[in-house]
């Protein structure tokens, strides 16, 4: 059974930093994509980066120069370094992981789910 586990939320003062984490566990053979996805209040899910297992980025226009995503293979862990936050960074953010497993099945995986909120 596949896991993935993040941390790092909360609550942040404008123009402040957070870092996520998030970490996948269970019957792994290799991770290929990683993201990062968040859903505002009232809107719909939106990807904010994503990262190839050999390191390629892309980034939504509205985090560019702001959020820096990064992985470790070795850790099956996926990071989401957020600056200069802004009260419209305010979502829920979640983790989403492309694994094959032991078995060599193909999951479209995704964390919980973890709070950011951005307000003085």
């Known amino acids: 059974q596949l896991q993935l586990v993040e941390s790092g939320g909360g609550l942040v003062q404008p123009g402040g930093s957070l870092r996520l984490s998030c970490a996948a566990s269970?019957?792994?053979?290799?991770?290929?994509?990683m993201a990062w996805h968040r859903q505002p209040p009232g809107k719909q899910r939106e990807l904010v980066a994503i990262?190839?297992?050999?390191?390629?980025?892309n980034y939504a226009d509205s985090v560019k120069g702001r959020f820096t995503i990064s992985r470790d293979n070795a850790k099956n862990t996926v990071y989401l370094q957020m600056n200069s936050l802004k009260p419209e960074d305010t979502a829920v953010y979640y983790c989403?992981?492309?694994?094959?497993?032991?078995?060599?099945?193909?999951?479209?995986?995704w964390g919980q789910g973890t709070q950011v909120t951005v307000s003085s």
């Open positions: 990262i190839t297992r050999d390191g390629g980025k």
């Open positions: 989403n992981m492309q694994i094959v497993s032991t078995i060599h099945t193909i999951m479209n995986s």
């Open positions: 269970g019957s792994i053979f290799v991770i290929g994509t």
